[in-house]
T-cell receptor, first 114, second 113 residues
Framework: NAGVMQNPRHLVRRRGQEARLRCSPMKGHSHVYWYRQLPEEGLKFMVYLQKENIIDESGMPKERFSAEFPKEGPSILRIQQVVRGDSAAYFC????????????FGEGSRLTVL | AQSVSQHNHHVILSEAASLELGCNYS??????LFWYVQYPGQHLQLLLKYFSGDPLVKGIKGFEAEFIKSKFSFNLRKPSVQWSDTADYFCAVNVYNNNDMRFGAGTRLTVKP
């Protein structure tokens, strides 16, 4: 009974490299959310996706960041040309199509930019 | 835009002390309210939720929260905390039937044994 799976759990990149974070939602869930948690700060909403659609990306920086949730495979959060300020924990959550109000979270991916 | 405010950044209590963590939101429509908890090294998990009905909701591990509509508040309480309650607590809000959920900045609770 797998929950939300995120990988990698830890990722180290040098400035200017690309980071790709993957999230497999719980079985039967069709909605995926990405949040960023900076040190000493709370969860900041980034993007909300359904299969093949971005529903709300109002929390995502306009440049260098992108997200997708293809018909097959995990959701991917992509950060191009990473900078030190991108160092954070990135959490993915999922929910079913039918509204229940509850999000189910993965254990997060911690990105460190050197 | 809707927002969620948590008043306390870090709360330190001794075991058996009573706990109240504040949460206010700024959305005037019908909302659903949540408290999530993140224990050290673990993922976030739901503590309790309010959709409608009795404004005093009870969650796991002896936690409860009260929805006061006139104050746009949803404070979390526990009569007697334990060392194992040490964690980060996040208040969250979303609009009825909308999966878009927004979180507060979180409150770190440290309970001294």
């Amino acid at each position: 009974n797998a929950g939300v799976m995120q990988n990698p759990r830890h990722l180290v990149r040098r400035r200017g490299q690309e980071a790709r974070l993957r999230c497999s939602p719980m079985k039967g869930h069709s909605h995926v959310y990405w949040y960023r948690q900076l040190p000493e700060e709370g969860l900041k909403f980034m993007v909300y996706l359904q299969k093949e659609n971005i529903i709300d990306e109002s929390g995502m920086p306009k440049e260098r960041f992108s997200a997708e949730f293809p018909k097959e495979g995990p959701s991917i959060l992509r950060i191009q040309q990473v900078v030190r300020g991108d160092s954070a924990a990135y959490f993915c959550a999922s929910s079913p199509q039918t509204y229940t109000g509850e999000l189910f979270f993965g254990e997060g991916s911690r990105l460190t930019v050197l | 835009a809707q927002s969620v405010s948590q008043h306390n950044h870090h709360v330190i209590l001794s075991e058996a002390a009573s706990l109240e963590l504040g949460c206010n939101y700024s959305y005037g429509g019908t909302v659903n309210l949540f408290w999530y908890v993140q224990y050290p090294g673990q993922h976030l998990q739901l503590l309790l939720k309010y959709f409608s009905g009795d404004p005093l909701v009870k969650g796991i591990k002896g936690f409860e929260a009260e929805f006061i509509k006139s104050k746009f508040s949803f404070n979390l309480r526990k009569p007697s905390v334990q060392w194992s309650d040490t964690a980060d607590y996040f208040c969250a809000v979303n609009v009825y039937n909308n999966n878009d959920m927004r979180f507060g900045a979180g409150t770190r609770l440290t309970v001294k044994p």
